[in-house]
């Protein structure tokens, strides 16, 4: 069943020709022409990966990618913003809002769907290795096996426990690490810098004794971490 990819862009002329580029390479396509439609999209659909517009009517790429993520469901769904807005400051609120990757107009086609294939491939390997299958979001996907019995197992008592032993400043490293940022976003949103955020990560990992990020995010989500 091929991978769904959701593009949102109030140009029709550049909705036509990615989608009809990437029907071409084998994805099924759904678009939309502004933000609030794109939402209700995103809930009915379940896409595997967006691409949005940041300029459209109703709501922009910056408030639909917020809109997002707020939702447990979509924290980790694949995002590209395309726009022709290049300044420093505007793709800082792009990487700000949730977005993966940050393309500005015009691109190639081609280029583009390279950026799909990575993210697409990155998401696959979170999914499949690490049990990442929530039926909310992956639609026909079936949960799968948890690679660690003793934290799928985990207690209500193990559970409070390891809330009381995270610090205010790791609950919110964790929160922002569920939204895929990266040391130096989450340092920008918590005045910290990258060094100090990897400490905080690191105590993270040791504390839920989990390998790496995607574990400690699949982790958090699967115990009711974060929120």
Do not use: W
């Not at 069943?1 to 909705?15: F, Q, S």
């Not at 036509?16 to 209700?40: K, N, P, R």
């Not at 949103?189 to 990258?194: I, Y």
């Amino acid at each position: 069943m091929p991978l769904t990819i959701l593009i949102v862009d109030d140009d029709l002329g550049t909705r036509l020709s990615i989608s009809d580029y990437l029907e071409l390479s084998g994805y099924s396509v759904i678009t939309a022409d502004d933000g609030q439609q794109a939402l209700a999209m995103v809930e009915e659909y379940h896409p595997d990966l967006m691409v949005t517009d940041i300029i459209m009517p109703r709501m922009n790429g910056y408030d639909l990618v917020r809109r997002v993520r707020q939702q447990s469901g979509f924290r980790l769904l694949p995002v590209i913003l395309l726009t022709a807005r290049t300044k420093t400051q505007e793709r800082i609120l792009g990487y700000q809002s949730g977005c993966d990757l940050y393309l500005p107009k015009p691109f190639e086609l081609e280029e583009l769907a390279a950026a799909i294939r990575n993210l697409l491939e990155r998401s696959q390997i979170i999914q499949s290795e690490y049990g990442f299958s929530h039926p909310e979001n992956l639609g026909t996907h079936t949960p799968t096996k948890s690679l660690d019995t003793h934290h799928s197992e985990l207690t209500d008592i193990q559970k409070s426990h390891i809330l009381f032993e995270l610090t205010p400043r790791e609950q919110e490293v964790l929160e922002l690490l569920t939204y895929g940022l990266s040391n130096a976003e989450m340092g920008q949103q918590l005045h910290l810098s990258p060094r100090t955020i990897e400490k905080y990560v690191s105590s993270l990992l040791r504390k839920t004794e989990t390998s790496n990020r995607a574990e400690l995010v699949r982790f958090a989500i699967k115990h009711g971490l974060v929120e």
